[in-house]
């Protein structure tokens, strides 16, 4: 008859005596195990070949990427252009000096009405 010994049931408290003494060396120790589980299990279920439906819509994507591309291309420019044009407006705009013609205008609306 086998009886579990004093040292078979004490194990599992010494390992994690050990694990708290070294912390470092135990979560290492555990992220190997894991990443050899992991190998393991990846090893013995492969990856599904691609189906042909995933083939197809891979390829409509690449097609449409490739006629997208110079689209987006012209649209960036545009907007890089319409971003010049709009600050080089706003600069002009500021050269006119607005608020010297808006004051002297509402001297002539006030000597109009007085």
């Known amino acids: ?18 694990a708290a003494e070294h912390p470092s060396s135990a979560l290492l ?5 894991g990443l050899a ?3 393991l299990v990846r ?13 197809l819509l891979a390829e409509m994507r690449e097609r449409l990427h490739d006629i997208a591309e ?27 000096h607005l608020d010297r013609g808006f004051e002297k205008l509402g001297k002539r609306l006030r000597k109009l009405f007085s």
């Open 29 to 33: 120790i555990a992220a190997g195990c």
């Open 37 to 39: 589980l992991g190998l």
């Open 43 to 55: 090893t013995i279920f492969p990856h599904p070949p691609e189906s042909r439906a995933a083939r």
């Open 70 to 96: 110079p689209i987006q291309r012209h649209t960036e420019s545009l907007m890089d252009s319409g971003a010049s044009a709009v600050k080089s407006g706003v600069s002009h705009l500021q050269d006119l």
């Open 1 to 18: 008859m086998n009886t579990p010994s004093h040292h078979d049931t004490d194990r599992p408290s010494r390992l994690h005596e050990l």
